[in-house]
């Protein structure tokens, strides 16, 4: 009113605005919540129809739209992308049965071998409640209190504490499905599988005095790594491998091929190369794709089953429940980003932001309308038929018994500049670490796996008297060979493409010659 007076609520032009502006922001993911993606394709190149009826697989040469999304877990989508971390691989492949997600990370195993555990490891990894620090990293009590109580994490921690994880970009980085999974063909006879992604690039990483400073001069690294590499039209590759093994093949191990904590060594099993990702388009909108885009580890197409590797199956239920959560309605597979390419019929209706509801007077199935989609026995997804027998029981079998054995696999497969990297990283992780005893019962875990690592972590942290080693539930193998394919120097680059070369000329050179 007048040209100093009040603003008035009818003035819709306002009101709509400042709505919509106060509910730009939906919930961060729990975990993975900094991320970034980009759009490319998948192509296959070698036909894998003998062990799996999945389409995506049948034809040489044929190419699939594919978006990856990349992630560290445990940083809040504003922390930096250089934290010493795990990196998720997330990798959605459009097929002509419907979406495919691969929800995977940068390094096989996992901390737990039970999803009952996640909440604990993320609410002990994250900052902690009393005072909201520290923010992406795992430098503090919580999370190596946890850690010390829970003897299965230990190979994962070798891993964590090793290069693989401040890769020099995710264009360096590999990738893994983590789990067990099934395939299972034409004449419903399955084979179990283990995806990999290796880049085309070779793996490299940086080492954490430069992770640290590049965190404070650039903390989007890793996004403006990707941005500019596609923008310049450098586009980045992997190829997917696969391992294949039956059922004689996993009874031959004295480990559990369902357990996560644990992996089956290329040196064993050679992985296959099927196919090729490589990502040539950035999203339109980070928040329209990257922010809204939708991984579920059950988004399987036919010819793809699930092990029953009780991480697995426990995310199997998390990931749909947390997306319906984060976006607001189950809905969210009507979103572009997260809708299938192929013709897929349904009759779920309604609920927020319905935008395919069925069109005309069926909305069931079976129908005497002759409306409709009907099921399709031959093509659709049908589980792969296992028997099963047992009491209902909270145990894990004694085969995933053993924590320490991967564990020195790892550590005496690295090179010894990588072991002296792990060696630091314990110190410095655990110099944070206040309590006495979460120092000293890290140090009786790490005796387990190698006593030259041990010693060198407690003189570092000041420990006098060792103490025992970590009672263990099987006894730490010592004739495990070493794996020259768990190193990232022994698989690292052979060339310098991917990466900036600095060239300093003394006064008097002549840079045309050197250009």
Known sequence: IGERGPSLIEDFHFREKIFHFDHERIPERVVHARGYGAHGFFETYESLAKYTRADIFQRVGEKTPAFVRFSTVAGNKGSFDLARDVRGFAVKLYTKEGNWDLVGNNIPVFFIQDAIKFPDLIHAAKQEPDRAFPQAQTAHDNFWDFISLMPESMHMVMWIMSDRAIPRSFRFMQGFGVHTFRLVNAKDESTFVKFIWKPKLGMQSVVWNEAVKINGADPDFHRRDLWEAIQAGNFPEWELTVQLFDQAFADSFDFDILDATKIIPEEILEPIPVGRLVLDRMPDNFFAETEQVAFMTQNVPPGIDFSNDPLLQGRNFSYLDTQLKRLGSPNFTHLPINAPKCPFAHFQQDGHM??????????????????????????????????????????????????????????????PPEQRHIAMALTFELSKVQAPAIRERMVSHLLNIDETLATTVADKLGIRDMPQPAEAAVSPRDDLPPSPALSIIQNGPDSFEGRKVGVMLSDGADVALFE
């Open 354 to 415: 319905a935008m395919r509801n069925p069109a005309g007077r069926a909305n069931y199935e079976p129908n005497s309308w002759g409306l409709g989609p009907r099921e399709d026995p031959q093509r659709g997804f049908r589980s792969f038929a296992d028997a099963e027998e047992g009491q209902k029981v909270r145990l894990r079998a004694e085969s995933f018994a053993d924590h320490y054995s991967q564990a020195r696999q790892f550590f005496n497969s690295q090179t």
